[in-house]
């Protein structure tokens, strides 16, 4: 039986990425809660570059980088494929994860920051999401690339529960349904799918993770 392991971080939404591809190819593996405070000696062995989570643990092999360790994932085990087949498919998906990974940081900042800086990181939100609304996501709103999750998906599942969690805590409404209908049709049909919805982590547990979380980082100087 092939060794599978998993270094992560409860509450993570980068960690959740590769819990559901892992779900989603039917893959077992062995879950390893990282204390990120402390960084244990097994991260640094594993991951001695980054010290970061998630981390992958594939026989010999170690990957990290969530998206990457998904694309991994998606090309050693071939059942229920993420990525299309086609060239130009696989690549449209690619730049749309891509402009997620560079862009998604804003909605961070909105989690962050208050006034002027907050301010910005509201604006650069509501345009990147205006942008998916209007370019990356379909009529039917099932997913990003067809009728069955798939890469683009999974990079932005984030938004299926953090962004409400973020929402709630600083008391800005970003992702109204009213301008942004098909993003919020996604995220219900995100939410929908078993493996999705089997493996988030609690809302209540992760509302206090987070509240206090950014109580720290305002109290920092």
């Not at 961070?108 to 939100?125: D, H, L, P």
Request: glycine share 4%.
């Amino acid at each position: 039986m092939e060794i599978v392991k998993l270094i992560g971080t409860p509450f993570s939404f980068f960690t959740y990425r590769v819990i559901w591809a892992l779900k989603l190819k039917g893959i077992n593996y062995e879950y390893i809660d990282e204390d990120m405070s402390k960084k244990s000696p097994l991260l640094v062995k594993y991951n001695p570059i980054h010290k970061k989570v998630p981390t992958l643990i594939h026989v010999d092999k170690i990957i990290s980088d969530s998206m990457v360790i998904v694309e991994y994932i998606d090309e050693t085990w071939q059942l229920n494929p993420l990525l299309s087949t086609d060239s130009y498919e696989r690549a449209t998906s690619r730049f749309w994860a891509k402009y997620i990974e560079e862009k998604s940081h804003s909605t961070w900042n909105v989690f962050c920051y208050t006034g002027e800086k907050q301010q910005n990181a509201i604006k650069e939100s509501l345009e990147m999401f205006k942008t998916i609304e209007e370019n990356a996501l379909g009529e039917k709103n099932i997913s990003f690339g067809g009728e069955n999750i798939g890469f683009v998906d999974i990079a932005f599942g984030g938004y299926s529960l953090w962004m409400e969690i973020i929402e709630e805590i600083v008391g800005i409404k970003l992702l109204n349904p009213h301008n942004f209908p098909r993003i919020n049709k996604w995220i219900k049909n995100f939410k929908e799918v078993k493996a999705i919805k089997d493996n988030l982590p609690n809302r209540d547990e992760m509302f206090v993770y987070m509240k206090n979380a950014r109580g720290r980082m305002l109290a920092s100087p």
